[in-house]
């Protein structure tokens, strides 16, 4: 069955950069399109981009990290990334990947999720 990890979350300054990374194994990565979602304490989890199939690529990016973040995929390893910077202390959240079939915004659009790593941007 289709697995999630990520990795690369941590503490940062306010204006500082970071990496994510997240790894699928147990299915055709190639098949699938990708996201970032995010939640902070008391929140709900919100989308924070997305990129659709191999072949495919487009993206789809929430208006708070339009310009700041940038989201990709390396078909040949299986991984999505989600590049930070001028990161701002609201970006402080558990950070998800998420991988389907289909495309969208919405958390209920996404059938696989991982297990978070955490983003902390201090001021």
């Known amino acids: 069955q289709v697995q999630l990890v990520e990795s690369g979350g941590g503490l940062v300054q306010a204006g500082g950069s970071l990496s994510l990374s997240c790894v699928l194994s147990?299915?055709?990565?190639?098949?699938?399109?990708m996201a970032w979602f995010r939640q902070a304490p008391g929140k709900e989890r919100e989308f924070v981009a997305a990129?659709?199939?191999?072949?495919?690529?487009?993206?789809l990016y929430a208006d708070s990290v339009k310009g700041r973040f940038t989201i990709s995929r390396g078909d040949a390893e299986n991984t999505v990334y989600l590049q930070m910077i001028s990161l701002k202390a609201e970006d402080t959240a558990i950070y998800y990947c998420a991988a389907s079939r289909r495309y969208g915004s919405r958390a209920a659009d996404w059938d696989y999720w991982g297990r978070g790593t955490q983003v902390t941007v201090s001021s």
């Open positions: 990129i659709s199939w191999s072949g495919y690529y487009s993206t």
């Open positions: 147990g299915g055709t990565f190639k098949h699938y399109a």
